[in-house]
Each structure stands twice: as structure tokens, then as C-alpha cells.
């Protein structure tokens, strides 16, 4: 629960700008955010590609969004300002890449190579498996930078801004690589891609909005898998790398399985597995890092609940995504990835019916070297310590 002194100053900070009149204090008003976003994006774009209910998907996904927040989140001033600035960049990116399959509707009949989509729970080793797969050079991934910002770009600068926004970041949380590695041109999982659909993963890990969380639950998730698969095409067809597997992880495909196997009925799963005790602490620990920073009332008790609710939907509609699908599957337990990562990953290949080929074992052996060095290795340590108090 732990937070960087860096965050009481911009909270400082921000309200000293409100107070003078220097700067307006940020809306969470849909109307406005729309306003903002249309001031440099163009407004036919948000039909461009989309059906009529994809488009009303977002905007009832919007207003429930602010509303939850504005109910429920008890924001600070700087997560005020992050929540703001966060919508007005989802739908800004969603009137760009409108007006981009509007021009070139062509990109969306891109035709592509079935997907490896690797299926857990968070922090049940999605990432290391992901990333493994991910390093084999037959293989395709999604770049941090992309996932996050994705409107392709000539030149491509986004893996400056995203340099400069993971700069900002760390500055906030100097505790995030322990929780999750990051690097702006390395595969990552496309969790932005889902936030651009407004789907409520990537929201309610830093946010208390149980309101918004329980109603996108209960709605058909649909609308944000279309959303999804004309993204991922659109980043296939810039990378020209459309016929090389695409390996997927978000662990919110856990609990919205069918709807992303309806876009890629042809998809390999890779399915993993870990302790239950260990998933939730772990994943309280991550999600309590990001609520501490944008509330001043961030409720440990509420957070570890709300996390063992997840993990047990997530169980229940994984399993039952399971028995009803009949392509390829492997398996994978987190003890196994200890104990010999390289035994486990022959094991999927085998399973998923691919080849491991010596070039791809030793860019896994490369990969599995960094990831040694990395700052998530201190995780466990922050884990049982926050797991004690």
C-alpha cells in the first residue's frame, strides 16, 4: 500500500493549479471527453469499420464507465487527472482508427494465421509463457508500444511516446517492473486493445468501480472482440507479419473465451494454472499498487474480496470454454515453469502440434536470461510481505 512521495506532490500540485485558476479541474463527463477528443480527431470515424451496435456498445460503455467512477473510485486529484486523460485518449484512438478502415477497408479483410492464445488467470505465469512463445522467430507478438497505442504511424513514433509515458510511470510507482516487466518495442500482452474497446479489465485493476465491473460482466463482450480483431488485423497488415501466428495473452480472455474464439475459431489454446492461494495474493498485491496511487482510500479488504470474486468467475467461465472447445490445447502448471521451463515448453509445442526448432529454443534461452535480471524477480518478496500485513 506503499506509494512514491512523487504522487502527494502532483496531488499538490494539480490542486494548486485548480485553485489559482491556472488550469480547470478535469471532467469525467462524457460529453466533454467526447468534446476534447473531437477537437483533433475526426468525427466520422466513429462508425468507420464498426456496425451500429458496436458503435452504441462504446458510448453505453462510456457512460457507465464515468458513472462508476464518479460513484464509486474516491480518486484523487491525480487520478482524476489519469482517468481523464485515459478516456480522452481511448476515444480520440477510437475516431483515428475509424477514419483509418473508412479509407483503407481493405486492412480489416486482411487475411491471417491462426492465433496462439495463451488463457489464465492473472499471475498464474500468462506473461512468462506469452513471452516465450512470443521469442520464437516463426512466431508473431504485439509490441508494448502497440498494444498501447494503436494507430500505426510513419514513421512510427510510438515507441517514444511510449518511452516517455513508461518514463512517467515509473516515476509514479517506482515498484512497477516488480509487478510487471516492461519494455516499449517488447511483446507484451494486448491489454490496451481491450481498454480501447472500453472493456473493464484494464480499468477495474486501478479503480474501484465494482458497478462497472459487474455490469460489463453480465453484457455480451462481443461488441469489444470485433473491436479487438479489427485492431489486431489492422497491427498485422502495418508489421506485414499477418501470416505468422499471432501470440495473444490478455488474462481477461479467461473470462470472455468464446467471444474471442467467435473472431478466431481456428486459434490454439494455451491454458495455465497456479495456486489459488498464490493467485490472490499476488494479485491483490498488483491491483492494490494501482488503486493506492489514484485514491487516498484504498480498502485492502474490499481489494483482496474483490479478487478472489475474480478469480472464481474467471475459473468458471474458463472451464466451461474448455469443454466446449475442440481445437488444439496444452497445459501448463506454474510449478512446471519452475521446475524446467524448457520440458515445459516442449510439452505445448508437442501438444499444439509445432515444431521447436533450435533457432527458437535459443531465443527462448535468450528471453528466459533477461527475464532472470529483471525486477519482477523481486515480487514474490513484496508479495509475502504485503500477504503478512
Known amino acids: 500500500m506503499a506509494r512514491s512521495p512523487h504522487v502527494e506532490r502532483a496531488n499538490r500540485w494539480l490542486e494548486s493549479l485548480w485553485e489559482r485558476g491556472f488550469a480547470n479541474k478535469p471532467s469525467l463527463d462524457p460529453a466533454v471527453l467526447w468534446e476534447k ?17 458496436d458503435v452504441a456498445d462504446f458510448r453505453e460503455r462510456l457512460i457507465a ?15 482524476l487527472t489519469i482517468a481523464h486523460g485515459q478516456l480522452v485518449r481511448v476515444i480520440r484512438q477510437r475516431l483515428e482508427l475509424g477514419a483509418l478502415w473508412a479509407s483503407t477497408p481493405d486492412v480489416l479483410a486482411h487475411p491471417m494465421a491462426p492465433p496462439i492464445i495463451v488463457v489464465g488467470q492473472m499471475r498464474s505465469g500468462t506473461t512468462r509463457v506469452h513471452r516465450l512463445l512470443a521469442a520464437d522467430p516463426a512466431h508473431a507478438a504485439t509490441r508494448f508500444c502497440d498494444s498501447w497505442l494503436p494507430v500505426p504511424r510513419r514513421p512510427d513514433t510510438r515507441p ?51 458497478s462497472f465491473s459487474a455490469w460489463s460482466e453480465a453484457r455480451d463482450p462481443a461488441p469489444v472482440y470485433r473491436e479487438f480483431a479489427r485492431i ?36 490454439r489454446l494455451v ?15 498488483l491491483v492494490a499498487n494501482q488503486m493506492t496511487i489514484q485514491s487516498d482510500t484504498p480498502c485492502i479488504d474490499w481489494i483482496r474480496s474483490e479478487v478472489q470474486r475474480k478469480i472464481a468467475l474467471r475459473q468458471e467461465r474458463m472451464a466451461e ?40 529454443l535459443a531465443a527462448m534461452q535468450a528471453e528466459q536470461r533477461r527475464a532472470c535480471h529483471s525486477p519482477h524477480t523481486e515480487h514474490a518478496a513484496q508479495v509475502a510481505c504485503f500477504d503478512a500485513d
Open 65 to 79: 464507465l464515468t458513472h462508476a467512477l464518479q460513484a464509486e473510485a474516491r480518486l484523487n486529484s491525480l487520478g
Open 271 to 285: 491454458m495455465t494454472k497456479r495456486c489459488q492461494d498464490d493467485l490472490a495474493a499476488s494479485s491483490a498485491s
Open 160 to 210: 517514444a511516446w511510449s518511452a516517455l509515458s513508461l518514463l512517467a510511470a515509473r516515476t509514479l510507482d517506482p515498484w512497477l517492473d516488480s509487478i510487471h516487466p516492461f519494455g516499449v518495442t517488447r511483446a507484451d500482452e494486448e491489454l490496451g486493445w481491450l481498454a480501447c474497446a472500453l472493456d473493464h479489465c484494464a480499468y477495474e485493476a486501478q479503480w474501484r468501480i465494482p
Open 321 to 360: 470454454a474448455r469443454a466446449a472447445f475442440t481445437g488444439p490445447v496444452a497445459d501448463v502448471d506454474f510449478r512446471d515453469l519452475d521446475k524446467d521451463w524448457e520440458a515445459a515448453v516442449a510439452r505445448i509445442y508437442a501438444d499444439l502440434g509445432l515444431t521447436l526448432s533450435p533457432k527458437a
Open 232 to 267: 489486431l488485423r489492422t497491427d498485422a497488415h502495418f508489421h506485414g507479419n499477418a501470416m505468422q501466428p499471432r501470440v495473444l495473452k490478455v488474462p481477461q480472455f479467461a473470462e470472455d473465451l468464446p467471444a474471442l474464439l467467435e473472431q478466431f475459431p481456428e486459434a
Open 37 to 53: 477528443a473531437l477537437k483533433d480527431s475526426p468525427a466520422a470515424g466513429e462508425a468507420g469499420g464498426r456496425s451500429a451496435q
